[in-house]
């Protein structure tokens, strides 16, 4: 699903409400140093060609119209959400974009939240990290807690060091959301103990302030993938539930 507006939704995210979308990215086409097995988008060889990104003032000249639209209309935002075709830090003008996003949601709708969601590749870079810290959301992702599971799932383009991106959040301290995706396919399982136990050992060394764990929702380019219910992975997850960890299951 391509999203061909640089600011669209409002839409209901079923972990933000009533979200409105921020594509940092090609408006047509696909832009992610992920190739995830699951994206909603598809593959990145199926995106079309189009490699124009946004600049920060074509990102702030449409959020403005669009947050001044839905203020006169009585539209609620309860999020403002970087998400769109790919990785936003991805787009090299992220930290502008992000202090101009801030302004004009004190100016416009000063109770909504502003929400990342990034894939945490690039969370090593100081400039990101500090653009990341400043908004409400942080929402960063660990699907896996090997390189090679990475490998399998998330596909990432060369470099990638998960080591690297656990050491980046601690700089963290906790101040963040940590994103997981639970799904099963013919070669791997996110429920088996070989692979759930270390994530949990992640989890406990980087205690973000809160865990949104989902799974599938629409179709995926790859083939053979299962969903794991909202009540079994309630059951997975139940030992960091016991130790205070916040935990947001969506099935």
Request: glycine letters at 6%.
């Amino acid at each position: 699903m391509i999203r061909e507006e640089t600011v669209f939704g409002p839409i209901h995210s079923r972990r933000l409400g009533s979200s409105l979308g921020i594509n940092l990215l090609p408006r047509h086409g696909k832009f992610c140093n992920f190739d995830c097995i699951y994206c909603e988008c598809g593959w990145n060889a199926d995106g079309r060609d189009d490699r124009v990104l946004p600049t920060a003032a074509d990102v702030r000249s449409a959020l403005e119209d669009k947050l001044a639209e839905c203020l006169l209309e009585g539209t609620p935002i309860d999020s403002i959400t970087f998400s769109g075709d790919g990785e936003p830090t991805l787009n090299p003008e992220f930290p502008r974009i992000i202090d101009d996003t801030l302004k004009l949601r004190d100016a416009y709708y000063p109770r909504a939240r502003v929400s990342v969601l990034s894939n945490a590749t690039r969370v090593h870079i100081p400039e990101i990290a500090a653009a990341l810290r400043r908004v409400d959301n942080p929402i960063l992702k660990i699907d896996a807690p090997t390189d090679a599971l990475v490998a399998r799932i998330n596909h990432p383009a060369p470099g990638y060091s998960l080591s690297r991106v656990i050491e980046a959040l601690r700089a963290f301290k906790g101040d963040f959301v940590l994103q997981t995706m639970f799904l099963r396919s013919p070669d791997f399982d996110s429920s088996s103990p070989e692979v759930l136990g270390p994530w949990m050992d992640i989890v406990r060394d980087l205690r973000p302030r809160r865990i949104m764990v989902y799974t599938i929702d629409r179709p995926t380019p790859a083939e053979g993938l299962e969903k794991i219910s909202a009540a079994e992975m309630r059951t997975l997850v139940q030992p960091l539930l016991d130790e205070g960890f916040q935990i947001d299951i969506k099935g």
